[in-house]
């Protein structure tokens, strides 16, 4: 295990049993409780899931998507299920032209696309998994029924979504406390969600989207002026991807193919790589420069070429190559900032959780389950404790853009998974699957930050030799994703100087600090070391959880 220098607030979590790490407690909690049961990452990672959706409704559910990788330490080898749904069959863009939309309102029922994560969930642990869906979603069915004090940064966040979308949406009340949010300490229980959990635990996935669960999705957003129909939701599957990969500096990063944005950050690590970022200061503003327009630059591509692959053809060989890396490296200037970059073009051949799991046999699911914009739309199929996402808010209305809206069509997709491994080989470099060894799994919750999270909190770790909770603790900065090429916010923590020489270098930076601070993600990340199987875990401090583990 590498010897880290103590740059954090606090330790890093050691451990051999496997380890835990997500943004609440309890499901932590839940998480190691499935491990000490024999179970495996994918189970922990599913238990973990359900349990967090109970606990931080403002962020997750089983009324949204999720995503994973999960490494096998039979096989060597990362695989990708994408748990994402998709557009209603009756949703156009001429439907939106004729009913007078030329834009779509955050939390309009349109905004709902088919709710993935339930079936991801039962998918990844068929394939992976080694215990009964029972017995992974006891644990959250316990908190549901039984009740469970919510933490501090929850509850903020929480009373502010009960403000905004649970106070209008249909059924919204059954997420609050008479309307309003809980606070901290404050008991809350949710029947409805453990009766959802206790009927899939028992008649599995069919029961979500062909039964009553099904028939309560329909029917309250046909009451609310949507259109999703039975069909829809019963015709809804997962697809198991190939991973896409880069080589950054002897390590493999992995990422799941869009819709998935995980291209933006492989796209961006691949820019750095032509960079000596380990000889410049960790917060340096020359460093920080670097960083933020190697993220100018993936996003101009990403915000163009990721959509869903059924409806376009995504050069992802070429836009992951190194020789395109090269290209795009030139147009960085290293004195000031260069603004209005565009997309390139490479020639072709052809609200959020996030948790990690590690388990003692060096199995690991990298897991990302969400809602989108806190509790999605807000609208809750009646009696079953859950809100339904809008997903769908992502797609382009230009019909000429990749990710322009069609029927059945996945959205771009801001929830990313990330996984990392070593080569065993000197060089540093291999071939996928061949000799490769667990790293770490990792990731970044938070809408548009979370590429830019993996790229930062991954340049901790590998650059600067950083232990997973000093990378986690680390301030950062997010590009706003917009039209104009976006502000950069910059975290309180961060050097005045690096601050003040941002802006003289021409990036349009502001400071954040506070509550306000969610909106540079909350990450978790777990190292395992190839010799001595030792697992070293970290869970972000802008979130109220922790990485736990077993002896």
């Known amino acids: 295990m590498q010897n880290f220098s103590f740059h954090s607030q606090r330790s890093a979590v050691y451990g051999r049993g496997g380890i835990v790490a997500t943004s609440q407690p309890l499901a932590t909690a839940a998480g190691l409780e499935i491990l000490a049961k024999g179970g495996n990452a994918a189970d922990a990672a599913v238990a973990a899931g359900a349990a967090l959706n109970v606990t931080e409704p403002a962020f997750t559910g089983i009324g949204g998507d999720m995503f994973a990788l999960y490494f096998s330490a039979d096989t060597k080898r990362v695989t990708a299920i994408n748990g994402s749904g998709r557009a209603p069959s009756a949703l156009t863009l001429d439907r939106l032209k004729k009913e007078g939309l030329s834009a779509l309102p955050p939390f309009h029922p349109y905004t709902v696309t ?62 609050t406390i008479e309307g309003r949010g ?112 190697a993220m100018r630059l993936a996003f101009a591509d990403s915000s163009w070429y990721v959509s869903d692959p059924k409806f376009s053809n995504i050069p992802i060989k070429e836009l992951l190559s190194k020789e395109y890396a090269n290209e795009r490296c030139k147009l960085i200037n290293t004195q000031y900032a260069v603004r209005n970059l565009q997309r390139g073009f490479p020639v072709s051949s052809s609200d959020t959780v996030y948790l990690s799991v590690v388990d003692k046999f060096g199995n690991a699911c990298s897991f990302i389950n969400s809602n989108y914009m806190g509790f999605g739309t807000g609208i809750v199929p009646k009696g079953w404790g859950f809100t339904l996402q809008n997903r769908g808010h992502n797609f382009s209305l230009d019909p000429n853009h990749p990710n322009a809206l069609a029927p059945k069509k996945r959205p771009y997709h801001t929830i990313i998974p ?61 590009i706003d994703v917009d039209e104009s090429g976006g502000r950069v916010a910059i975290e309180e923590g961060m050097p005045e100087g690096t601050f003040n020489g941002l802006q003289k270098m021409g990036h349009p930076v502001y400071a954040v600090s506070g509550y306000e601070r969610a909106l540079f993600g909350r990450g978790q990340v777990i190292l395992r070391d190839a010799e001595s199987g030792v697992l070293c875990g970290g869970s972000d401090p802008r979130a109220d959880g922790y990485a736990g583990t077993l002896s």
């Open 114 to 175: 088919v709710p993935g994560a339930c079936a991801g969930w039962f998918d990844l642990i068929q394939k992976h998994g080694s215990l009964s869906m029972s017995e992974i979603l006891a644990p959250a069915i316990r908190l549901a029924s039984e009740g469970f004090p919510v933490a501090p940064i929850t509850s903020h966040f929480w009373r502010r979504g009960a403000a905004r979308q649970l106070k209008s949406a249909l059924n919204g009340h059954e997420l």
């Open 182 to 293: 809980p606070h901290a300490g404050e008991i809350f229980r949710n029947p409805g969600l453990a009766k959802t959990f206790d009927i899939i635990a028992r008649g599995g996935k069919d029961v979500y989207y062909q039964g009553e669960i099904a028939e309560a999705i329909v029917a309250v957003l046909n009451e609310a002026g949507g259109c999703i129909q039975m069909d829809d939701l019963a015709s809804h599957t997962s697809t198991w991807e190939e991973p896409i990969s880069v080589d950054y500096r002897g390590y493999r990063v992995y990422e799941c193919p869009p819709n998935g944005q995980g291209v933006t950050a492989l796209i961006a690590l691949n820019i750095l790589e032509g960079f000596d970022l380990a000889s410049l200061g960790s917060l340096s503003i020359e460093k920080m420069h670097l960083m933020i327009e």
């Open 418 to 478: 990330a996984m990392v491994t070593r080569f065993s080989s000197p060089s540093g470099r291999g071939v996928r699957g061949e000799g490769e060894s667990l790293y770490a799994s990792y990731g970044v919750m938070g809408g548009f930050m979370q590429p830019q999270g993996h790229v930062q909190v991954l340049s901790a770790l590998v650059d600067d030799g950083l232990d997973p909770q000093a990378a986690l603790d680390r301030p950062r900065f997010c």
